[in-house]
């Protein structure tokens, strides 16, 4: 079973649209969680932290659910800049590696 | 300020050829790591160094790979010699280091091994 599990997609939206997703992790002492994004043919860039009350980031907002293991990401009203693939990452407290999913292609329509 | 910075960005070379890929982390960051990102396998952790220091190099996929950090502004990748299935996105990432800290990554290496 892999450490980080996310649905490929892609999902495909229209602007403006909410679009929403998750991630689950096998490792139940993880202790940090963020989405990275990654454009086409560039580097991952993080997007946000995840915490444990949920937190908002404009139009993102990230969930985590600790009993069950998952992360979600949820955006509202979306662009077309938005496009792009998000990753979910996962990191132990006493560990330096971050165990990266293999990312839920997001495509935002005009 | 300056990202992290990698170079070449894009390498294409014959297999058997000597292949060196190159970091210069963030200024101040003690921490870095090379990945490699294909398809089939998405973003893979090769080897993790601290202060200078190579801390865990588990992800090597063989003694081809090696890589060294010699001082904090400096890192390669070397791979000697290259092979088709080597064909990949290599990046370098660093971060300050400690418990909860964002690793930054730098453009990548697009290698191509024919």
């Known amino acids: 079973r892999k450490e980080v599990e996310q649905d490929p997609g892609p999902f495909n939206v229209p602007e403006g649209a909410t679009v929403a997703f998750n991630c689950t992790y096998s490792n139940s002492a993880s202790q940090s969680f963020f989405w990275y994004r990654q454009d086409c043919r560039k580097e991952p860039k993080l997007l946000m932290s995840v915490y444990s009350s949920g937190n908002e980031d404009g139009r993102f907002t990230a969930q985590l659910n600790r009993a069950s293991q998952y992360i979600s990401l949820l955006i509202r009203d979306s662009k077309l800049s938005d496009s792009a693939t998000y990753l979910c990452v996962v990191k132990s407290s006493n560990d330096y590696k971050l165990s990266f999913g293999a990312g839920t292609t997001v495509t935002v329509r005009a | ?114």
Request: glycine share 8%; hydrophobic share 35%.
């Open chain 2, 1 to 114: 300020d300056a990202g992290v910075i990698q170079s070449p960005r894009h390498e294409v070379t014959e297999m058997g050829q000597e292949v060196t890929l190159r970091c210069k982390p963030i200024s101040g960051h003690n921490s870095l790591f090379w990945y490699r990102q294909t398809m089939m396998r998405g973003l893979e952790l090769l080897i993790y160094f601290n202060n200078n220091v190579p801390i865990d190099d588990s992800g090597m996929p063989e003694d081809r790979f090696s890589a060294k950090m010699p001082n904090a502004s400096f890192s390669t990748l070397k791979i000697q010699p290259s092979e088709p299935r080597d064909s990949a996105v290599y990046f370098c990432a660093s971060s300050l280091g400690g418990a909860v800290d964002t690793q930054y990554f730098g453009p990548g290496t697009r290698l191509t091994v024919l």
